[in-house]
């Protein structure tokens, strides 16, 4: 098993940016593969960007492509989302996830219900 603990929610202008954090607690954390997805209200749980076990590869949606950044420190069990020209409609609850599967680039459709482990969630709001 593993605990993750997502940091770094706020409030934060259209435009801006702002860096969201993960620590994952557990003697295997380093071996999950970790994502970032993202529920604002009304709305399903999204994929936004995820990395793989070893850093190597990286995968993001569509939308965010360009503008977000994940990395991942495996000395530290931790993954960071740096998220940049933030939207209005990107306001929600920002949750870190892990698995042991590896998805690859299958990861901007895979049913979110599946994976193994969330955080609790934190909350970015962008305002216009």
């Known amino acids: 098993q593993v605990q993750l603990t997502e940091s770094g929610g706020g409030l934060v202008q259209a435009g801006g940016s702002r860096r969201l954090s993960c620590v994952a607690s557990g003697p295997a954390a380093s071996g999950y593969n970790l994502g970032w997805f993202r529920q604002a209200p009304g709305k399903e749980r999204e994929f936004v960007a995820a990395i793989s076990w070893s850093g190597n590869y990286t995968y993001y949606s569509r939308s965010v492509k360009g503008r977000f950044f994940i990395a991942r420190d495996n000395a530290k069990n931790t993954v960071t989302l740096y998220m940049s020209n933030l939207k209005p409609e990107e306001t929600g609850v920002y949750y870190c996830?892990?698995?042991?599967?590896?998805?690859?680039?299958?990861?901007?459709?895979?049913?979110?219900?599946?994976?193994?482990?969330w955080g609790q969630g934190t909350l970015v709001t962008v305002s216009s």
């Open positions: 996830a892990a698995d042991q599967k590896a998805y690859g680039s299958d990861w901007p459709s895979i049913n979110y219900r599946l994976l193994e482990f």
